[in-house]
């Protein structure tokens, strides 16, 4: 689609902001005014618009689409979508540790730990790490009480948290980044701890390294898309 606005504004709405194109409410695929619940974020939304070249690049405009994510996908169902990412909390990454090398599991620990005990003194969800990848039930309580955690979010936050926790696989992980509990720079050292061990002992993947990449790019739109919220 060719862009075909010259002027981008933001005009006060019932619940928040709406981006205007040459005075016309920009929509979200479903049809639905695309309305941003801050000043912050509605500008930031706005800016990717002015940004648009002769031709519109969804993945340029990432905060668009998790907006319009938010908006068509999230609201209709909120609590829906809420169970379906609080299942991760089932099988979180930071359970499953490596049976050896004992250095890998030294740094599994140094990483990992102290995001399951802030799980557990923030939500009181103690979560049991395992050693292997074969699935090991967590505690009902326990998976209970993120799952309650996420249902407390907004459709917004629900649309930033999701490609976070999908990213990482790790719910607990999200969680306290959106609470600043950690840095995204530490979230994603510790989603990335056993594939960065990998290309130290066997080196790197070009492929591997685009995809990456890819990720990367994602998981800091939906960082700062929480930011802004």
Known sequence: MRR?????ALVAADGGHDVHLDGK???TPGRAPLT?????????????WRNVGETIDPRAMPLTGLAN???DRIAPDPAAFAAGLAKYGESDLLCYRADHPLELQLRQSASWDPLLGWAQQRYGAALTPTTGIVHVAQPPEAVSALAD?????SPFELAGLSPIVTITGSLVAALALHEQAATSEDIWSAAHLDEDWQAEHWGDDPLALKAREARRADYAAAV???SLL
């Open 149 to 153: 955690a996420v249902a407390a979010r």
């Open 36 to 48: 941003l619940p801050n000043p912050g974020l509605a500008e930031a939304v706005a800016e990717e």
């Open 25 to 27: 409410p920009v929509r």
């Open 69 to 71: 994510a938010a908006i």
């Open 4 to 8: 075909f606005w010259k002027e981008v």
């Open 224 to 226: 700062k898309f929480l």
